[in-house]
């Protein structure tokens, strides 16, 4: 196999955008989950409480509710000149900025009401960037560039993390004067640091070409009706159509295509909400969190998501959904390892890098599979629909998470998370069969 012929599709312009388009979009998630639990518990949270503050992120879990908007709604003034899916870009990375700035200015060690309603914020606007990202991705190319995009989106992403967990513990340490005291200034400079890199995403989202040529005619019809007629209209093709349409199309296969949404992630998401805190207590400096698991971890991940992508197109996408859930579980029990050994650098780096890589692979297939699975006609909603239902089980489960370290330690919680991902694999397995079975 020629390597630069298998690489060679990462240089279409399409495929290249998503890597900008993903940085938007990876930025604010760990500002609001990874990033800030590490702020909580320096601020002296409880692991209860942390564990708690991630269903927050349950506000991903519910975008379907809103993504009809997103996906058919016009915007006064912003529509007409970037048409359907770059000006509900825009409005969501600005809406992201201001609540970073509003985290910024708060103090956790003070109390968290104010924390609470600018993370809320910010995950909200978070989620809408994710409807309309994700349609204008879909609409942007062809299914075969689907893998390809989605590795893009995600190696952007994944900088993005880099520069939200790494970047953001490097900037604390940088700004922090007062060494083993806990002061919020560190973190708010550091916040307000983070907002300003929403301003790539803009500046990509206004230079990019809309990829809907349906929207003049959209925007023509939502005119010329009455208000009565517009809902009417609205509530039929936005928020009826794209749920009938999958029903349709798959009948009782929705249900087992549902499920196998529901848990592919779970395994990975539950353990993550505990994986900063479980840092620090195991005696790791900011630094050395920051260069192995938020730097050489994401790395690996971009890897995982270049090799998942390029694998697809080659071996088929359930052999490799197949394989990203079952490392993605295995990888767990090198946490509950590392856990019940004294703290090393080495032992941690072959976690993270393990882990990372499994995940790296994981998603990249997902997100191409939750592609190949939508309608173009409501490719937001649908999409919003399948993501959310990826992140609804897992977060609500993960908010417990901290309770069950207090109650049980570290090792069994992360051996737990590992065998929770059992029942993903066998689904993966299920659906494979019947997809092969449905054929004509």
């Known amino acids: 196999m020629n390597i630069s012929a298998f690489f060679i599709i990462y240089t279409q312009t399409n495929v290249l955008r998503m890597l900008f388009l993903g940085f938007s979009a990876g930025l604010p998630l760990l500002l609001v989950f990874g990033t800030l639990s590490f702020w909580l518990r320096e601020a002296g949270l409880e692991l209860s409480a ?9 506000v991903y879990a519910f975008k379907w509710a809103w993504s009809p908007l997103v996906d058919q709604l016009p915007i006064p003034l912003l529509t007409t000149k970037f048409g359907r899916r770059r000006s509900w ?3 969501s990375q600005v809406a992201i900025a201001i609540g970073l700035i509003g985290i910024a200015t708060t103090d956790p060690s003070r109390g968290v009401s104010s924390l609470i309603g600018f993370a809320l914020l910010t995950a909200f606007a978070s989620a809408t ?22 590795a893009t989106y995600q190696m952007g992403y994944r900088i993005a993390m880099i520069i939200a967990s790494a970047g953001a513990l490097f900037l604390a340490s940088w700004f922090d004067y007062t060494a083993n005291i806990y002061e919020p200034e560190p973190w708010m400079y550091t916040y307000m640091c983070m907002a300003a890199l929403m301003l790539i995403g803009m500046v990509t989202t206004i230079l990019s070409p809309e990829p809907s040529p349906q929207i003049n005619q959209c925007i023509t019809e939502w005119n010329a009706e009455s208000r009565v007629e517009r809902l009417v209209r609205w509530f039929k093709k936005a928020a009826v159509m794209p749920f009938l349409d999958f029903i349709r199309r798959y009948r009782l296969q929705a249900v087992s295509l549902l499920a196998m949404i529901s848990l592919y992630r779970i395994s990975d998401i539950v353990m993550g909400v505990m994986s900063n805190p479980f840092y620090i207590d195991m005696g790791f400096s900011k630094q050395e969190i920051a260069t192995v698991s938020k730097i050489f971890g994401v790395i690996m991940t971009v890897l995982g998501a270049l090799v998942g992508g390029s694998l697809i197109k080659y071996l088929g996408i359930f052999k490799i959904l197949f394989l990203g859930a079952a490392l993605s579980s295995l990888t767990n029990l090198l946490f509950a390892w590392l856990s019940v050994n004294e703290p090393s650098i080495g032992a941690l780096t072959l976690t993270v890098s393990a882990d990372n890589f499994s995940a790296g692979i994981a998603s990249a297939a997902f997100i191409a599979y939750l592609s ?6 409501y490719s937001a909603t649908q999409y919003a629909l399948f993501s959310s239902l990826m992140f609804l089980l897992p977060k609500s489960i ?9 109650t049980w330690g570290y090792a069994y919680f992360f051996l737990t998370t590992a065998l929770i991902g059992i029942p993903s694999l066998m689904l993966v397995w299920f659906v494979r069969k019947i997809s092969i079975e449905g054929r004509p």
């Open 129 to 150: 960037q994710d409807i309309a990202l994700d349609a204008f991705r879909i609409e942007s190319g062809l299914i075969e560039d689907q893998g390809a995009m989605a």
């Open 89 to 91: 870009l825009l409005v």
């Open 372 to 377: 190949s699975l939508t309608n173009i006609q």
């Open 50 to 58: 942390i564990g708690f503050f991630s269903w927050i992120g349950l």
């Open 398 to 406: 993960a908010g417990w998470s901290g309770v069950f370290v207090e």
